[in-house]
């Protein structure tokens, strides 16, 4: 069992930049590979950016190359979502989430929420025009 807490949103003007945070409990967080996905009012729940487990891939959505990073730190449990450069159309809430390493196959499914399996209980990120 993995628990997600997120952390870092908030209301910032366009141009401007945020670090989201998630914590998660336990001592396996290195057996998952993380995830940040957003879901905006109205609209699904879409991948902005991936890690594995070992830090060696991150994966991102077209809309948060070279804007976004993703890192993570298993000594603190702990994955980051560093945005800059933020635009209105950003805002949306963010969660994290966990994929098991042992499922295999993270370079495949890597932007398919139904393939996480844990989830964090969000974070708002809203960006003023």
């Known amino acids: 069992q993995v628990q997600l807490v997120e952390s870092g949103g908030g209301l910032v003007q366009a141009g401007g930049s945020l670090r989201l945070s998630c914590a998660a409990s336990?001592?396996?967080?290195?057996?998952?590979?993380m995830g940040w996905f957003r879901q905006a009012p109205g609209k699904e729940r879409d991948f902005v950016a991936g890690?594995?487990?070992?830090?060696?891939?991150?994966y991102y959505a077209d809309s948060a190359k070279g804007r976004f990073t993703i890192s993570r730190d298993n000594a603190k449990n702990t994955v980051y979502l560093q945005m800059n450069s933020l635009k209105p159309e950003d805002t949306a809430v963010y969660y994290c989430?966990?994929?098991?390493?042992?499922?295999?196959?993270?370079?495949?499914?890597?932007?398919?929420?139904?393939?996480?399996?844990?989830w964090g209980q969000g974070t708002q990120v809203t960006v003023s025009s």
């Open positions: 890690i594995n487990y070992s830090s060696n891939r991150t």
């Open positions: 989430a966990a994929y098991w390493r042992y499922r295999g196959a993270y370079y495949l499914y890597y932007y398919l929420s139904e393939k996480y399996d844990y």
């Open positions: 336990g001592r396996t967080f290195s057996s998952y590979s």
